[in-house]
């Protein structure tokens, strides 16, 4: 059971979370002018990767408030949860990415 | 006579009360202090159950939750519990317990007959014997579980209650055995808020089992312990919780541990408090001082009952004041199994030490052979005799250079006992369980902790870490608890436990350990009757080993379920670093390449009422109810489950089936007045300057032009332009908004509007969305009087003119603050009057009471399905399924031509969802009109053999009493092209019957009624 710190609220148990998958997946500012390729790719296209992954988290069971979370998806470490409009952290800076694809 | 093996005095028993318990339906006697193992090993019952593959007699093994044989069936009726530890099992006033696995007795058993047929079950018996012929395994299974399964379950629902509790703390430690109360201490004395957690009855750990006077000079354990207790109470941050077991380390230090609240006192004595006690605790450290399992030395027919690890009998011995057995031979490859000859030889039994090393010589040794106890070096026991399922002597053959064979003349040793030591095993479950890495100590032949993971930096303290003298344990243990109370913050303490005591123990030096792991034995492993079992519990040899690893089942994985070793319930405490080593050796391989097999939670078995605590019956999943559910109960409502809402099905008047309730309130609904509870409906308060915009970007339908007061549907999509969910929304204000959705939808609708306002516009959207669905209670009339009912009810102008269709009137009604909606789901004339929920039942009853001579009838769900099937409207989830566009639905009306951009707008031109050859919603009226179509039913071309091309299939049908006839709505490929055709819909005989199919619409195409 993760301990999942909210920006907003602190560390709290994974079971007031729910997640929602990969992060910043940018919606197209004018969809009608994208081709079905482009907008496929916002639809289906996941990274998925073995590493560190930028993915959304809500507090659902707490402030409600939706959140990132740069999240290692061989051993589960959180290395930063961030709001909304925030930069994201800079992943080199994080431990664990300087090989994000090698296995462990 | 009774308590023959019970010793005049020791142990930590209170001997001035005799308790008597019954166990195979004989009265014995034992003390408060007994397990239910010590209790019998005290009146000589050696002899416990049966295995579980070969039905061979076994007996007590071990003193703690490592005990693979002494399973009993504990207690009768519905307080029964199969597969007990009898070492475990505090004794208590009436206990009682059963052998296992015993048909028809312990003593005369039919299914030792298996034994007699032992190469028939041979390693992967599951697979091998039974699965030929195939058609016959499933006897096989049946024949399989009555003889070998363990207890009985019981087959009344438990009467007893389990709670659980969340808990936090700066510090956790797991153990309280020297090593652990150390730890305590010294974390506590920083201020940190400390739990010490210990499976047994009383702390203290493995200096429970130890003599008094174990040779350590002047330290006095018994002293340290009850002032380490005090000191530990009177710490108010530490929380202290003997008879709890940790059995899972979960992520981020998350812990599970079970505490045996009153059940130790036997059944219905608990009083009012629980039974058990779920422990989820979350710590900042965790401290394990779990301390090491002995292992036994493998040897032949090592199964027979008065076979027992040393330390085992040292327990019963020093914490128990029970002597095992009278003659007793310490079979050992280390020198702590002297600590057991020394004490039993104290205890006044005659003891032989059989030890496998060449030179046996450490400073314990020595104490052994001063008082002429005889030790066989370089020996090993080759065989033993029973009688009458009694060890009556073993024999002892020389070893020969590599031990891998004995030799010379067998010497016979009289005994009852045999107390063997392998060497101890750390306990390192839950830093395994933690994904900790292990470490091979090559000194100790054993796993330790290496390296933690970052997820859970657990330490280590004491045996579990291979530290085996107490001078050591005491130190580590100091150091953990200190370290872990500052990594949780808390710095150090002038008053942590003095370094001094540790100086004052005077403890042995141990000798070198013989890693031999099979002993053999006068004829070849495997090759002739004796056999070496490494796991008493399932039953499963050093032979089956080598054989698994002759047919390829060399990994530890494979080898563990082709075997079945650790499988059992003990998960092979005793035995999965023997079966590593038999295979190392066979492979040629050293242990730390063979690795090991994941430890999985829980350490030791849990009830399901723990884990099930107070989530049970009406606490297992929480029902929702609306104001208006007293007045369904007394009515007799018959309800339905929507999400976990209790929502009224129908109301059966007396003697009326379902059939005859819907008819009845599908005709009052349309012809006089009928009143549907509706406060499930979901409803969210929006409200802000940028309101419009969100409801432009998540509905199909433009929502510029709505007058404040006017209501509008909206249809819902995803950004597959798929169709999720729907409602009425109602502008109360400039940019204040009253959404409804559906009621199963209500909590995925918000989180949607949510996900916009937050992740798509973050910091630039001005818009709150708030849930009010259980803020308003809703009461909707619907038929030719409800206008004439509610104007009963109110002074406001109720015509078509001053309150026009699709819009929102705020007044009193009954003298309630309403807010009244005329919109409508059954297409008849109909008003929505919402009122605060605290108002509703009120609201309800004034209507019921005035609606009377009009004729008002209440109507549940199933009428409320039947009048908006006969309208066509359909239901988000039932008639869509997330695969379905509003053109699908043919509602192109609804979908906003002069929108840019709204969620799923860019997915309708996707090559998949503008193709043709889509399904689509259409009606469908069957040939005969009474026959109701099963929903679910596929349509097809025409009934031929399957498999038949499937266009589709009926999302709702229903029989319709206004229609006088049957009616449904399906999804069919073209469907909306192939109005007018006729289909068949394939029926679960094999038959079929012909549809025609139509428009959805089947009632007042025009909507003049709901207008009117
Ligand atoms: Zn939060």
Request: a neutral charge.
């Amino acid at each position: 059971m993760l301990l999942i710190t909210c920006p907003w609220c602190g560390a709290r148990d994974q079971s007031e979370f729910s997640y929602h998958g990969e992060a910043h997946i940018a919606r197209p500012e004018r969809p009608a002018q994208v081709s079905d390729a482009q907008w496929g790719a916002y639809l289906f296209m996941r990274k998925n990767p073995k590493g560190l992954h930028r993915e959304r988290w809500v507090h659902s069971h707490g402030c409600r408030r939706w959140f990132y979370a740069l999240r290692d998806t061989r051993d589960d470490r959180i290395h930063a949860t961030y709001r909304p409009g925030d930069p994201p952290p800079d992943s080199a800076a994080d431990p664990g990415a300087a090989n994000p694809g090698s296995a462990t | 006579m009774s308590q023959i093996n019970r010793l005049a005095d020791g142990g930590r028993l209170n001997r001035a009360k005799v308790i008597r318990f019954w166990y195979d339906d004989k009265q014995y006697e034992g003390h408060p202090g007994d397990t239910l193992a010590s209790a019998l090993l005290a009146n000589g019952v050696h002899l416990i159950g049966r295995s579980f593959k070969y039905h061979r007699p076994r007996g007590i093994f071990s003193a703690g939750p490592e005990e693979p044989n002494a399973l009993v069936q504990l207690e009768n009726g519905p307080h029964t519990e199969p597969n007990r530890r009898a070492t475990e099992v505090e004794l208590y006033e009436g206990l009682v317990a059963q052998s296992q696995n015993c048909w028809p007795s312990v003593g005369f058993d039919l299914g030792a007959v298996n034994a007699r047929l032992s190469r028939l079950l041979p390693a992967g018996f599951y697979y091998k014997t039974f699965m030929w012929p195939r058609a016959l395994w499933m006897g096989y299974e049946k024949m399989i579980r009555r003889a070998a399964g363990l207890g009985r379950a019981p087959a009344e629902p438990d009467p007893d209650r389990y709670d659980k509790t969340h808990a936090h703390c700066d510090v956790l430690v797991v153990g309280g055995g020297p090593a652990g109360l150390q730890a305590a201490c010294a974390a506590g004395a920083t201020g940190a808020r400390v739990m010490l957690v210990d499976e047994r009855s009383e702390f203290g750990g493995s200096l429970l089992d130890q003599g008094p006077a174990s040779g350590r000079g002047g330290w006095d354990a018994a002293q340290w312990l009850v002032a380490r207790l005090a000191e530990l109470r009177q710490m108010k941050q530490v929380t202290l919780l003997p008879r709890t077991t940790v059995t899972g380390c979960y992520d981020d230090n998350f812990l599970v541990a079970n505490e045996r609240v009153t059940g130790h006192l036997g059944p219905t004595r608990g009083d009012h408090a629980p039974r058990e006690r779920l422990w989820k605790i979350r710590a900042r450290r965790v401290v394990l001082a779990t301390g090491s399992i002995e292992r036994p030395l493998i040897f032949a027919d090592n199964d027979r009952p008065g076979v027992m690890l040393a330390g085992a009998v040292r327990a019963y011995i020093n914490r128990f004041g029970v002597l095992p057995g009278r003659r007793i031979v310490v079979l050992t490859n280390n020198d702590s199994a002297y600590h057991t000859a020394l004490d039993a030889y104290r205890a006044g039994a005659t003891v032989e030490v059989v030890d496998i090393r060449r030179h046996p010589g450490g400073q314990l040794t020595d104490q052994a052979r001063a008082l002429g106890i005889a030790i066989h070096p370089n020996s090993a026991v080759s065989a033993v005799d029973t009688a009458r399922g009694k060890i009556t002597r073993v024999r002892v053959m020389t070893l020969s250079e590599d031990g891998g064979e004995v030799r010379g003349a067998a010497r016979a040793l009289g005994c009852d006992v045999v107390a063997v030591s392998g060497g101890w095993t750390p306990t390192v479950h839950l830093f395994s369980q933690a994904k900790g890495e292990l470490a091979y100590h090559h000194d100790l032949h054993c796993f330790v902790p290496g390296k933690p993971s970052a997820a859970n930096p657990l330490v280590g303290a004491g045996a579990c870490c291979g530290a085996y003298t107490l001078a050591e344990c005491l130190a580590q243990g100091r150091d953990a608890g200190r370290d872990a109370a500052a990594a949780a913050g808390f710095a150090g303490c002038a008053d942590s436990p003095p370094a001094a005591q540790e100086s004052e123990i005077a403890e042995p030096r141990d000798g070198p350990v013989r890693a031999l792991w099979v002993l053999p034995c006068e004829h070849p492993l495997g090759r002739g009757p004796k056999k070496h079992f490494h796991d008493l519990q399932n039953d499963v040899t050093v032979a089956d080993i080598h054989l698994a690893a002759r047919e390829g089942f060399e990994s530890v994985e494979h080898l563990k379920r082709y075997t079945t070793t650790g499988m059992g319930t003990d998960q092979g405490k005793t035995s999965n670093l023997n079966a590593l080593a038999a295979l190392s050796e066979w492979r040629g391989a050293p242990i730390p390449e063979i690795g090991v097999t994941t430890f999985r939670p829980p350490y030791t078995p849990l009830t399901f009422g723990a884990v099930a605590g107070h989530e049970r019956r009406d606490l297992f999943l929480q029902k929702r109810t609306t104001p208006m559910h007293p007045w369904h109960e007394q009515r007799g409502a018959v309800y339905e489950d929507v999400g976990d809402w209790k929502r009224p099905l129908y109301f059966p008047a007396r003697g009326e089936d379902m059939a005859a309730a819907v008819r009845r309130e599908c005709l009052a609904a349309r012809n006089a007045v009928g009143i549907l509870d509706a406060s499930t409906l979901g409803k969210i308060d929006i409200v802000g300057e940028h309101a419009l915009e969100l409801l432009d970007m998540v509905y199909a339908n433009a929502w510029g032009g709505l007058a404040v007061g006017r209501c509008r549907y909206g249809l819902m999509l995803n950004e597959h332009g798929m169709v999720f969910d729907d409602g009425v929304t109602t502008r109360l204000g400039e940019h204040h908004y009253h959404m409804t959705t559906t009621t199963g939808g209500a909590a995925r609708v918000l989180n949607w509007l949510e996900e916009w306002l937050q992740t798509e516009w973050p910091g630039r959207a001005r818009v709150y969305c708030t849930s009010v669905t259980e803020q308003w209670a809703v009461a909707s009339i619907s038929g030719p009087h409800s206008r004439a009912l509610l104007a009963q009810l109110c002074d406001e102008p109720l015509d078509g003119e001053s309150f026009p269709f699709m819009s929102m009137r705020e007044f009193a009604v009954a003298g309630i603050p309403a807010r009244v909606f005329r919109v409508s789901f059954t297409g008849e004339l109909a008003f929505e009057i919402n009122v605060p929920a605290r108002f509703g039942l009120a609201l309800w009853q004034k209507l019921m009471a005035a609606g009377e001579p009009y004729g008002i009838c209440a109507y549940g769900t199933e009428a409320m399905h039947v009048l908006r099937a006969e309208k066509g409207f359909i239901i988000v989830g039932q008639d869509t399924d997330g695969t379905v566009t509003p053109m699908d639905l043919g509602m192109d009306w609804i979908v906003s031509k002069n929108k840019a951009d709204f969620a799923g707008k860019r997915s309708f031109s996707r090559a998949d969802t503008a193709r043709t050859g889509r399904k689509q919603l259409v009606g469908l009226l069957t040939e005969d009109p009474g026959f109701v179509l099963p929903e679910g039913a596929h349509l097809v071309e025409a009934l031929g053999k399957p498999p038949m091309k499937m266009l589709g299939h009926v999302s709702s049908s229903y029989l319709s009493p206004n229609l006088g006839r049957s009616i449904a709505l399906a999804l069919v490929e073209d469907g909306l092209r192939r109005k007018g055709e006729t289909l068949q819909v394939a029926l679960m005989d094999g038959g079929g019957h012909k549809v025609t199919l139509t428009d959805t619409v089947f009632f007042d195409p025009d909507g003049g009624r709901a207008r009117g």
